[in-house]
């Protein structure tokens, strides 16, 4: 119904204004056919007075039913037919004729003068003619091009009307079908772009159902390990204590509770597309503080020499917890030794704790900030955390319109590199383009 009444739209404008461009110049057309005739027989009457007025004598001719002839005594003496001026035509009716007629004077040697008339009728059938072929020829012109116009705007929408049909018919469910777009014009580039559009959607729907799986697979397992142990007790009381079942239980709780949080944030990221706060913020303050936390809860090596001022603007809690843990990781999977860098220079204040683990293959760099993703299955759900800590990071990063890379560290294990716009950028901080992303 849509595509029916956009060419009738179609139709009707070029209709329309085609219309107005024939009867414009339709008019012009006679009107210009007119005054072309006119100074033609103008110049007939003018031809024609100059010839008799050269006459003399008794051979003067009298008016004919083409022509009318006046003979005057006294120049413009007595009534006359019309009075002409000097090098010039008169259009008038004269009494006793029906139509008009073009007359010219020229001044006789003998004195007085001589008028000779022209009759217009032969310019009015010609433009009465023409009148009658545009008054027949004009809406004709006008009905063709309607239907041509209508023809052919249903031939380029019907891949517009195919589209939208396919579109209205893909649910939630069949995102895997597109759009026809065999086409080389912009209908062609409309289908296109639509079947890239639904790329995006799909994608981003396989994203969200791998998501709420791991999800709920990493929530289930804490709830297993509590269930197994109450029913251990429960069965067997001889096997365990009390105090046993209740570490087991608090700290499955602990790990359950850490899943929550994570999955809360990384939810309310996705929804929320606002600005963070502009406040200022001092890295530095925040990497110290980390790194003393380290040197507190593990037995690493922790090196801060190379932190410098690093001020930007931004949300303190979420920059707090993008480097917590960016540590963590690097605790994680450090042998011995854990350095956090600082530099702000080129207009980008940018961040670096390396570790020297194992490193990360270049093939998985692309995959360390997906969520629940862990580069070495093999290892424990304790010492591997959830697998939603990277990419937190990189949602944060993201969101003060930052970047983060993988590099391999010179003691052989991981960097990973943040780069944030300093605190003095414009205010309006256009979004650079990431690294490495959450997906």
Same mark, same amino acid.
Request: proline share 6%; hydrophobic share 40%; with cysteine.
């Given at each position: 119904?849509?595509?029916?009444?956009?060419?009738?739209?179609?139709?009707?404008?070029?209709?329309?204004?085609?219309?107005?461009?024939?009867?414009?110049?339709?008019?012009?057309?006679?009107?210009?056919?007119?005054?072309?005739?006119?100074?033609?027989?103008c110049q007939d009457a003018r031809d024609r007075v100059t010839q008799l007025s050269s006459v003399t004598g008794t051979d003067r001719p009298q008016s004919t039913?083409?022509?009318?002839?006046?003979?005057?005594?006294?120049?413009?003496?007595? +009534?006359?037919?019309?009075?002409?001026?000097?090098?010039?035509?008169?259009?008038?009716?004269?009494?006793?004729?029906? +139509?008009?007629?073009?007359?010219?004077?020229?001044?006789?040697?003998?004195?007085?003068?001589?008028?000779?008339?022209?009759?217009?009728?032969?310019?009015?059938?010609?433009?009465?003619?023409?009148?009658?072929?545009?008054?027949?020829?004009?809406?004709?012109?006008?009905?063709?091009?309607?239907?041509?116009?209508?023809?052919?705007?249903?031939?380029?929408?019907?891949?517009?009307?195919?589209?939208?049909?396919?579109?209205?018919?893909?649910?939630?469910?069949?995102?895997?079908?597109?759009?026809? $777009?065999?086409?080389?014009?912009?209908?062609?580039?409309?289908?296109?772009?639509?079947?890239?559009?639904?790329?995006?959607?799909?994608?981003?729907?396989?994203?969200?159902?791998?998501?709420?799986?791991?999800?709920?697979?990493?929530?289930?397992?804490?709830?297993?390990?509590?269930?197994?142990?109450?029913?251990? $007790?429960?069965?067997?009381?001889?096997?365990?204590?009390?105090? +046993?079942?209740?570490?087991?239980?608090?700290?499955?709780?602990?790990?359950?509770?850490?899943?929550?949080?994570?999955?809360?944030?990384?939810?309310?990221?996705?929804?929320?597309?606002? /600005?963070?706060?502009?406040?200022?913020?001092?890295?530095?303050?925040?990497?110290?503080? /980390?790194?003393?936390?380290?040197?507190?809860?593990?037995?690493?090596?922790?090196?801060?020499?190379?932190?410098?001022?690093?001020?930007?603007?931004?949300?303190?809690?979420?920059?707090?917890?993008?480097?917590?843990?960016?540590?963590?990781?690097?605790?994680?999977?450090?042998?011995?030794?854990?350095?956090?860098?600082?530099? /702000?220079?080129?207009?980008?204040?940018?961040?670096?704790?390396?570790?020297?683990?194992?490193?990360?293959?270049?093939?998985?760099?692309?995959?360390?900030?997906?969520?629940?993703?862990?580069?070495?299955?093999?290892?424990?759900?304790?010492?591997?955390?959830?697998?939603?800590?990277? $990419?937190?990071?990189?949602?944060?990063?993201?969101?003060?319109?930052?970047?983060?890379?993988?590099?391999?560290?010179?003691?052989?294990?991981?960097?990973?590199?943040?780069?944030?716009?300093?605190?003095?950028?414009?205010?309006?901080?256009?979004?650079?383009?990431?690294?490495?992303?959450?997906?």
């Amino acid at each position: 119904m849509g595509g029916r009444a956009m060419r009738l739209r179609v139709t009707l404008t070029a209709v329309l204004v085609l219309g107005v461009a024939l009867v414009a110049g339709a008019l012009v057309l006679v009107a210009l056919l007119g005054s072309v005739l006119t100074d033609q027989v103008c110049q007939d009457a003018r031809d024609r007075v100059t010839q008799l007025s050269s006459v003399t004598g008794t051979d003067r001719p009298q008016s004919t039913s083409s022509e009318l002839i006046q003979w005057t005594a006294v120049p413009g003496g007595g +009534e006359t037919l019309a009075s002409p001026p000097t090098n010039g035509c008169v259009s008038v009716e004269p009494p006793g004729y029906p +139509e008009d007629f073009v007359f010219a004077a020229a001044p006789l040697a003998t004195g007085g003068d001589v008028i000779v008339g022209k009759p217009l009728v032969d310019v009015l059938d010609s433009t009465r003619f023409v009148r009658r072929v545009l008054v027949v020829g004009v809406p004709l012109m006008m009905l063709i091009v309607g239907g041509v116009t209508w023809v052919v705007t249903g031939r380029i929408l019907a891949p517009v009307t195919a589209i939208r049909r396919e579109v209205d018919e893909i649910t939630a469910s069949e995102l895997h079908r597109r759009v026809p $777009a065999v086409r080389t014009d912009e209908i062609g580039r409309l289908g296109r772009t639509m079947n890239r559009m639904l790329d995006r959607l799909q994608r981003a729907q396989e994203s969200r159902q791998r998501f709420v799986s791991d999800a709920s697979h990493e929530l289930r397992s804490p709830i297993a390990a509590i269930r197994q142990h109450a029913e251990v $007790a429960r069965a067997h009381p001889g096997r365990t204590t009390v105090t +046993e079942l209740a570490t087991t239980v608090l700290d499955e709780d602990v790990r359950m509770q850490g899943l929550v949080d994570d999955l809360l944030l990384l939810a309310r990221s996705d929804e929320d597309h606002t /600005e963070p706060p502009n406040t200022p913020v001092d890295l530095d303050d925040l990497v110290l503080a /980390e790194a003393q936390r380290l040197r507190l809860a593990t037995s690493l090596t922790i090196d801060t020499a190379g932190v410098s001022g690093g001020q930007v603007r931004g949300d303190e809690a979420a920059l707090s917890r993008m480097i917590h843990n960016l540590a963590d990781n690097a605790a994680r999977h450090a042998r011995s030794r854990v350095a956090f860098t600082l530099t /702000e220079s080129a207009g980008t204040v940018v961040l670096a704790i390396s570790d020297d683990g194992p490193g990360i293959p270049p093939a998985d760099r692309s995959h360390v900030f997906d969520r629940f993703v862990r580069l070495n299955p093999s290892r424990s759900r304790d010492a591997g955390g959830t697998g939603l800590g990277l $990419a937190i990071v990189a949602t944060i990063i993201e969101r003060h319109h930052g970047t983060i890379t993988v590099h391999t560290a010179d003691t052989g294990g991981a960097t990973l590199e943040a780069k944030l716009p300093p605190a003095d950028s414009d205010s309006g901080r256009p979004r650079a383009s990431t690294g490495p992303r959450a997906r």
